[in-house]
């Protein structure tokens, strides 16, 4: 925040507005100043002089206050942290591995560097051991995601065991195979430019699926073969988000043209668009409304046919993958008396409802919701609970079995108080409790419980946004293994045990 402007000059201070005035050299006189010093000079210069700090602490005590507020150290709650990148990580995914006991973590950054980081535990979850291995293929711009195939290579409808992989995408647009064994590089893909974000199928974990930011196409690949399989073109345009839905037959994307589509991914044509925010086309650069569609979440209901993606406009839709059916539209970021009227007044040059370009833009932004999720189905009483996440720091839990306005009950809305003001950039359900696992932009990650809309804790350590996260479960227990990367280049590691 800026800070306040002085008082105006009430006529007590010194007023320099008067003409200025210049020496005559023929009148000066030479005057002879004893230069011997006096006793006690050094209490007089110190009387009459103060240095910086100290005139900073005279004039202005307020400034003093908070920066001594902002300088508290940050208690590190973490269980492990590692810190091989040397800036900004934006992507981040993890599995915990029961029976070796290992947690398997891929970080990449804005470094154009990825790393697999590995950590053995005992069987309470204590850190033992930690090793980092570079992912080596040199990359030319910064990663942008990646992923695991491990959760799913158990589901091959063949049988088959494969082998574990890394997939990382960049914006330089390459997508590399790594093996998750010791981090040696399988391949590397040809594909689309600006790698936005990649996914792998659900049964077997052999086909990678990649959408991009740039040209709006979305590829899909057999890693055994190393071929691509299709191309899905028909986004006006970026591809902000995608996933096969959790029975493999579907793919799912949104986009900065406002629209969700679901495409057959044998015959690579699109099955079906769900029109659903009205941005002129796609982005700004091509005269739409900004970056439409934000986010998307699948597998909701009790079918698994539900799919929800949030949007810049404040809003998250949620649609019926199979039945073509939009089934909600949640309204998540509340227009305030403020905002909806021009913050109260219209003075200083702005627009007809008293805004500059300035105030709508910033408007706009904190309208964006930025994380959605389902809540899983095994869960009793909230197998229709959905969750919605923004930019002004909201998280929402909706009852998608109850019609309500828009199709959908509002059952808690869960803030940290008015005096934070941090967004949310990520969520996650607890798989087998009501509860929703959210980070934050001020560092912060925190577990509501969503029936009663009460923080349960909160967990702290990092000195800079949250820009990604993902959530482990231990077979066995309910606890939960959380992975986080930031902008202070740190990735860390917290533990919940309910």
């Known amino acids: 925040m800026a800070d306040a402007l002085p008082p105006p000059n009430d006529g007590d201070e010194e007023v320099f507005d008067e003409p200025a005035t210049f020496i005559d050299y023929n009148s000066a006189v030479e005057v002879k100043v004893d230069d011997t010093p006096a006793a006690n000079d050094d209490d007089d210069d110190d009387d009459a002089m103060m240095d910086d700090d100290e005139m900073a602490n005279a004039t202005n005590p307020v400034d003093d206050d908070i920066q001594q507020q902002q300088q508290q150290p940050i208690i590190d709650q973490s269980k492990a942290t590692f810190t091989s990148h040397s800036d900004a990580i934006y992507a981040i995914t993890s599995h915990y591995d029961g029976p070796s006991n290992t947690l398997y973590i891929v970080s990449g950054g804005g470094d154009d560097r990825a790393y697999l980081h590995l950590m053995t535990t005992n069987h309470s979850s204590a850190p033992q051991t930690k090793t980092t291995v570079p992912l080596g293929h040199p990359h030319t711009d910064s990663i942008s995601c990646v992923a695991l195939n491990t959760p799913y290579i158990h589901n091959d409808v063949s049988g088959t065991i494969q082998s574990n992989q890394i997939a990382v995408g960049s914006y330089d647009g390459s997508i590399v195979l790594y093996s998750t064994t010791d981090g040696s590089l399988v391949h590397v893909f040809e594909g689309p430019t600006d790698v936005e974000w990649l996914k792998f199928h659900p049964k077997g974990g052999t086909v990678l699926l990649v959408g991009s930011i740039a040209d709006g196409t979305i590829w899909m690949y057999h890693t055994p073969s190393k071929q691509c399989l299709q191309v899905f073109v028909g986004h006006e345009g970026g591809v902000t988000d995608g996933a096969f839905t959790p029975d493999g037959k579907w793919i799912v994307s949104c986009g900065q043209d406002g629209t969700v589509r679901v495409w057959a991914p044998k015959k690579g044509v699109c099955k079906h668009v769900f029109r659903l925010m009205d941005v002129h086309g796609g982005g700004e650069e091509e005269g739409g409304g900004g970056g439409g569609l934000t986010c998307l979440a699948v597998g909701g209901g009790q079918d698994g046919q539900l799919a929800i993606a949030g949007g810049e406009d404040g809003n998250a839709y949620v649609v019926h993958v199979s039945g073509k059916k939009v089934v909600a539209t949640l309204t998540h970021f509340e227009e305030s008396a403020a905002n909806s009227n021009g913050q109260g007044n219209n003075q200083g040059g702005g627009g007809e409802d008293g805004m500059d370009e300035d105030d709508e833009e910033f408007v706009g932004e904190a309208r964006s919701v930025e994380a959605v999720g389902f809540c899983p189905a095994n869960i009793p009483g909230t197998a229709h609970w959905c969750a919605t996440g923004g930019v002004d720091g909201v998280l929402k839990i909706w009852n998608m079995n109850v019609g309500g306005v828009g199709g959908a009950q509002l059952r808690q809305k869960c803030t940290r ?41 909160s967990m702290t350590g990092h000195e800079d946004m949250i820009n990604d996260m993902n959530v482990s479960f231990v077979d066995g227990s309910n606890a939960a293994v959380i992975v986080t990367g930031s902008d202070d280049k740190s990735v860390k590691m917290f533990e919940y045990h309910p």
């Open 417 to 457: 108080g008015e005096d934070v003001k941090a967004g949310i950039t990520r969520l996650r359900w607890h798989n087998s409790l009501p509860l929703v696992i959210a980070s934050y932009t001020d560092g912060v990650v925190c577990i509501w419980d969503a029936r009663v809309g009460a923080m349960v804790t």
